[in-house]
């Protein structure tokens, strides 16, 4: 099936530090979204872009989607330990109705 | 309304026996998705209903599992003969029309066959 490619898959930084993670696809796709997820809890969606160089920010989260439509980063600049948690990227393809193709995610770890 | 509500939170098995999930979406939310995490992996598409016709199943929903929404409101997810490899977490969300602007996720039923 479908497969993104998301990377890195774990970073450790320090508070303060900038973080940037991306996604990427074998096929186009018409949305991306990138969600958070704690432990023992379900994701929850951050940013979600929808046109092909688009560019999103939600406080300190920036995301961009790729013009070629397969790929897509998220920016987190001056980390705080509460952004400690799992990063996952997920994309909708045109064909695809309402089905979430999501990454292998990219656990993320701040020292303070 | 307080979000997706998803129950039990945990459940332990042992193999060969039958579990069964519950799962109650926003309540205006016409869409109910069921997706499988297993650790270290992101959530893979089990199915999902529009009111309570099924309209999409993967591959990856063997004739073991059959999910439910009768009423077009909260959602059963049934496993029978479990196998160790069902062992996941196992997500609910819902969405108000395509869910163009993404999911609404249940905090998970984590299952472990034994």
């Known amino acids: 099936g479908q497969q993104l490619n998301q990377s890195p898959q774990s970073m450790f930084i320090q508070e303060g530090e900038d973080v940037s993670m991306n996604c990427t696809s074998s096929?186009?796709?018409?949305?991306w979204l990138w969600y958070k997820q704690d432990p023992g809890e379900g994701p929850v969606l951050l940013i979600a872009l929808y046109k092909a160089g688009e560019l999103t920010s939600n406080g300190r989260l920036t995301a961009q989607f790729g013009i070629t439509r397969k790929d897509s980063f998220l920016n987190i600049s001056a980390s705080i330990p509460s952004d400690v948690g799992i990063y996952f990227c997920a994309g909708r393809e045109e064909t695809s109705g309402s089905r979430l193709t999501f990454g292998e995610g990219t656990q993320l770890t701040v020292n303070p | 309304d307080t979000g997706v509500s998803q129950n039990p939170r945990h459940k332990i098995t042992k193999r060969g026996q039958n579990v069964t999930f519950r799962c109650d979406p926003i309540s205006e939310h016409n869409r109910l998705y069921w997706y499988r995490q297993t650790l270290g992996q992101g959530p893979e598409f089990l199915t999902y209903?529009?009111?309570?016709?099924?309209?999409?199943k993967s591959r990856l929903l063997s004739d073991r599992f059959s999910a439910e929404r009768p009423k077009g409101s909260f959602s059963t997810l049934e496993i029978q003969r479990t196998e160790q490899g069902d062992s996941a977490m196992y997500l609910c969300a819902s969405s108000l029309g395509t869910a163009i602007y993404g999911y609404t996720f249940g905090s998970g039923t984590r299952l472990t066959v034994v």
């Open positions: 096929s186009i796709f018409n949305t």
């Open positions: 209903f529009q009111n309570e016709a099924q309209l999409e």
